[in-house]
């Protein structure tokens, strides 16, 4: 008889990635729509952001040499990003219903952050 395995559950690292992960692919299906008016600058910017937000996640979780320095910069990409999603709101770039999921999904992403890191302070990593 084989003994079955109980699925472990996601660390936070990999929970911040899923999470991530979903917001970019929603949130470029969103700038998509933003008007040409601030495409070039504002919606580029905010979009390289969000990928090399993604960047700094992906080597926080497979380096752990990097992984403090990794998710600082996460968390200032974030504040960054947080700037320019506003600006494009004024800038009537979107609804309020995006822009607020938007605004809750990057904060919730901070607290994810925020919550690996403390974990690593406390287990001695840092």
Not at 11 to 20: E, F, M, N, T
Not at 39 to 44: A, E, K, P, Q
């Amino acid at each position: 008889m084989t003994e079955q395995r109980t699925p472990k559950k996601a660390g936070p690292d990999l929970a911040v990635l899923r999470y991530w992960e979903e917001f970019a692919d929603w949130f470029f299906a969103r700038s998509a729509r933003f008007p040409k008016l601030i495409r070039m600058s504002v919606t580029t910017r905010a979009e390289t952001m969000v990928l090399d937000l993604l960047d700094h996640l992906i080597i926080a979780r497979y380096q752990p040499n990097e992984r403090i320095h990794r998710l600082d910069q996460a968390n200032l990409l974030l504040e960054r990003l947080r700037f320019l999603l506003r600006l494009a709101k004024k800038r009537n770039s979107w609804s309020m219903k995006s822009f607020e999921y938007s605004m809750r999904s990057v904060d919730e992403c901070g607290r994810m952050i925020h919550g690996w890191r403390n974990g690593l302070t406390k287990k001695g990593v840092a």
